[in-house]
Structures are given as structure tokens and as C-alpha cells.
């Protein structure tokens, strides 16, 4: 996990409220059955945009595009990409249905992040990844709303380059995975 400290000054601020959020919002069940419902969070107008400025803040400067999966994934991306040209910073975005079926502008030109509401998605990482690179695309960075990405994931990441952040830990919530 990351201290942040490379993140501006209203970053923390912002986190704070993504936790919040995921805590009020998102954090169902009780005891051992307690568990994140990420589109509770993503799926809604608040919780959707203050993911999308935390994902903004930690986006590589040399990002030119974002990838990710359907539903909570695609919202994301599409928020990312709106909010950031208030920032005058333009993104692309490609997202990838459960079909397999891609959508979207990207090409060899572009850095891309890929944005998983949860770190631990494995398969739909694969399938982003292979899409990105189906295009000449290079990824450069993979943003995790939800940090529940494993050692070896982390390190096959690592090995091809890649700098991972997860912007909560399920600890953070109050949940297990």
C-alpha cells in the first residue's frame, strides 16, 4: 500500500471521502459475510465522482488513455475521462464487455492506465491487458478502487513494467477477501 505522499495536497482529502463512501454505501452484510458492493459506489453520482477524481490524482503523467471492463469499470473510465478534461488533460477510453467484445479509441500512440473497481479481478485484468495490447497500445499503470490484489499479481505486474496502485484496502472497510 502506498503512503501517497507523491499525490497533491488534496488528495488525502479526497480519499477520505472514497472511504467514506465505500463505508456508507457500498460495505454490506454483517460479521464474516460483510463485503464490498463496488457498484454501490460506482454505479452513484457522488461515490462515482469522487473515484473518479482519486483516480485522476494517481493517472502517470505520461497516461494518454484508460482501460477497463463493463459495468461499474466502464463508468469509472467514462468519469475519469470527462473529469479530466475540466483539467484540460484529454483521455481516451476503451472498455471491454463480459462478450470479450472491445469498444473504443485507443491505438499504438497511447500509455494506457487500466481501472479495476477491484484489484482481485484477475480475468477481467487479462482481458483488458490483452485488448491494450491487441492495439500496439502500452500499458503503463494499473488503478484498483478496491486494493485486493495479491503478491503474485503484484509482481507479474511489476515484472512487465507496470506501477500498481490500490486506492483502499479492504482493511480500510472493514471487510475481508
Known amino acids: 500500500m502506498s503512503d501517497f505522499s507523491d499525490f497533491s495536497e488534496f488528495f488525502p482529502a479526497l480519499r477520505k471521502g472514497l472511504i467514506r463512501h465505500l463505508v456508507d454505501r457500498a460495505v454490506v452484510g454483517d460479521g464474516p459475510d460483510r463485503r464490498v458492493r463496488i457498484e454501490h459506489t460506482l454505479m452513484a453520482g457522488t461515490g ?66 487500466v481501472l479495476l473497481p477491484g484489484g482481485g479481478e484477475v480475468p477481467v485484468l487479462d482481458a483488458i491487458m490483452d485488448d491494450v495490447a491487441a492495439r500496439r497500445a502500452v500499458p503503463v499503470q494499473v488503478v484498483a478502487v478496491i486494493d485486493e490484489t495479491d503478491v503474485a499479481i503484484r509482481r507479474r505486474l511489476a515484472v512487465g513494467g507496470l506501477v500498481y496502485i490500490g486506492l483502499v484496502t479492504p482493511d480500510e472497510l472493514g471487510v475481508s477477501v
Do not use: Y
Not at 477497463?68 to 478534461?85: E, N
Not at 477510453?93 to 472491445?102: I, M, N, Q, R, S
Open 48 to 113: 462515482l465522482v469522487v473515484a473518479a477524481r482519486c483516480v485522476i490524482e494517481v493517472l502517470r503523467p505520461s497516461v494518454t488513455a484508460l482501460a477497463a471492463g463493463p459495468g461499474p469499470g466502464a463508468a469509472l473510465a467514462a468519469t475519469v475521462a470527462a473529469l479530466a478534461m475540466l483539467d484540460e488533460r484529454s483521455l481516451r477510453v476503451l472498455t471491454v464487455a463480459t462478450t470479450g467484445e472491445a469498444f473504443g479509441a485507443i491505438d499504438g500512440s497511447d500509455r494506457v492506465a
